[in-house]
């Protein structure tokens, strides 16, 4: 009989990106060498004014916003069990398989109730691959609804910081797409628009609580 395959591809895609994505941009992850400038600009040197055209990194941004960081936390290690949980009814369906296994070519077992276990482990194995389908489609659907949830709040919160600042136009750039080159650092404005955002969220997080 052949040894179970293990079914823990639940959020492959998600997390491989995740981990490019904190790689790449988030000071919370990786080490900034010494003499490396940082990917979010100091609040005290923007300087655009009503009417300029200003962007934001969104990357950066995004990886440091106290709510996504909490969110995608909760979702790691909703994640992490499931696929632990995963793993030990693997491990456990390939430890009885090969105990039938062992019993069989002994001769211990008549040839009915060896009939009966192999059903019994084939329908094991194909519950376990429906339970892991059904928790990947789980897992997409959690995953969709938390960038929605970043999504808008980001979205509102620049909308009323528009409404004071009255920028004419809000660029956004990110590590895979930069199309914001050679342009006054004084316009990047993603480390006044991150302190309005972590202040809120603290401040309403702390309101819930």
């Given at each position: 009989?052949?040894?179970?395959?293990?079914?823990?591809?639940?959020?492959?895609?998600?997390?491989?990106?995740?981990?490019?994505?904190?790689?790449?941009?988030?000071?919370?992850?990786?080490?900034?060498?010494?003499?490396?400038?940082?990917?979010?600009?100091?609040?005290?040197?923007?300087?655009?004014?009503?009417?300029?055209?200003?962007?934001?990194?969104?990357d950066s941004?995004?990886?440091?916003?106290?709510?996504?960081?909490?969110?995608?936390?909760?979702?790691?290690?909703?994640?992490?069990?499931?696929?632990?949980?995963?793993?030990?009814?693997?491990?456990?369906?390939?430890?009885?398989?090969?105990a039938f296994?062992?019993?069989?070519?002994?001769?211990?077992?008549?040839?009915?109730?060896?009939?009966?276990?192999?059903?019994?482990?084939?329908?094991?194995?194909?519950?376990?691959?429906?339970?892991?389908?059904?928790?990947?489609?789980?897992?997409?659907?959690?995953?969709?609804?938390?960038?929605?949830?970043?999504?808008?709040?980001?979205?509102?919160?620049?909308?009323?910081?528009?409404?004071?600042?009255?920028?004419a136009l809000?660029?956004?750039?990110?590590?895979?797409?930069?199309?914001?080159?050679?342009?006054?650092?004084?316009?990047?404005?993603?480390?006044?628009?991150?302190?309005?955002?972590?202040?809120?969220?603290?401040?309403?997080?702390?309101?819930?609580?």
């Amino acid at each position: 009989m052949k040894k179970t395959p293990l079914i823990l591809s639940i959020i492959a895609l998600v997390l491989a990106c995740a981990a490019v994505a904190l790689s790449v941009v988030n000071p919370k992850f990786e080490k900034k060498k010494a003499g490396e400038p940082s990917l979010v600009t100091d609040a005290s040197n923007i300087t655009a004014v009503a009417g300029d055209i200003v962007y934001l990194q969104l990357d950066s941004l995004i990886m440091n916003y106290d709510m996504y960081n909490d969110l995608m936390t909760a979702f790691q290690n909703k994640v992490q069990g499931i696929q632990d949980d995963l793993a030990k009814r693997s491990r456990k369906l390939e430890s009885d398989a090969k105990a039938f296994e062992n019993q069989y070519q002994k001769g211990l077992l008549t040839r009915s109730a060896a009939e009966e276990q192999s059903n019994k482990l084939a329908q094991r194995q194909q519950n376990l691959q429906n339970d892991a389908a059904k928790k990947d489609q789980e897992i997409q659907e959690e995953q969709a609804v938390l960038n929605n949830q970043v999504y808008y709040a980001v979205k509102d919160f620049i909308e009323r910081y528009n409404e004071e600042h009255q920028y004419a136009l809000i660029l956004t750039t990110s590590a895979g797409t930069n199309t914001v080159l050679n342009v006054n650092p004084g316009l990047d404005i993603t480390a006044d628009v991150l302190k309005g955002l972590n202040e809120e969220y603290i401040k309403n997080r702390n309101i819930s609580d």
